[in-house]
Antibody, heavy 129, light 107 residues
């Protein structure tokens, strides 16, 4: 079955970087974009951006431009999200989630394909001095 | 950016109740709205998309409706496992955005 397995919890100091991984299985890695969404403690969901695993193309929410980097390794069907210059406000659970659109059949660059049908279990990132 | 406003933010209900959650968009989003259920410590789960399409495996007591700027998620008969927080999401345009959430708890 389709699975997204994320890396373990991280504790980082302010100003450091963190890199979270999302290992996928059970489907064609290149066939679906992958999103990153975060949730601060007690707060709602915040979209960070997506990566096209087939090409490495990325699209980031403006808030995260210059601050987040999404990459992938197709050989191990894994996506990564790196957040730099961490601040206390970056303490959150970071989720990867698969875009529902099948890129072999639809234009996955169209936002209409970007509801999220499978989610990873989340990675807690704590920024603490 | 398209803002999504959910109401109410907290809803107290009993098992068997009919529950309706509203999501209002700051501009028209056609039919490009989805609903998710989130339980504490768990990842969100997709319930509906395209306004009213129920994801495979989701109980039929869940339904979505609406158009343009106002959308609703209805649970026809609340079950114990439905106590959770619900989020709407628009995928009409970038940036993708979520509503602030509606927590459904036990009355």
């Amino acid at each position: 079955q389709v699975q997204l397995v994320q890396s373990g919890a991280e504790v980082q100091k302010p100003g450091a970087s963190v890199k979270v991984s999302c290992k996928t299985s059970g489907y064609s890695f290149n066939g679906h974009f992958l999103h990153w969404v975060r949730q601060a403690p007690g707060q709602g969901l915040e979209w960070m951006g997506w990566i096209n695993p087939a090409t490495g193309d990325t699209k980031y929410a403006q808030k995260f431009q210059g601050w987040v980097t999404m990459t992938r390794d197709t050989s191990i069907t894994t996506a990564y999200m790196e957040l730099s210059r961490l601040r206390f406000g970056d303490t959150a659970v970071y989720f990867c989630a698969r875009a529902a659109g099948d890129c072999t059949r639809v234009n996955c660059y169209d936002p209409s394909q970007h509801y999220m049908d499978v989610w990873g279990s989340g990675t807690t990132v704590t920024v603490s001095s | 950016d398209i803002q999504l406003t959910q109401s109410p933010s907290l809803l107290s209900a009993s098992v068997g109740d009919r529950v309706t959650i509203t999501c209002r968009a700051s501009q028209g989003i056609s039919s490009y709205v989805g609903w998710y259920q989130e339980k504490p410590g768990k990842a969100p789960k997709l319930l509906t998309y395209g306004v009213s399409t129920l994801r495979s495996g989701v109980p039929s007591r869940f339904s979505g409706s609406g158009s343009g700027t106002e959308f609703t998620l209805t649970i026809s008969s609340l079950q114990p496992e439905d106590f959770a927080t619900y989020y709407c999401q628009q995928f009409n345009s970038y940036p993708l955005t979520f509503g602030g959430g509606t927590k459904v708890d036990i009355k």
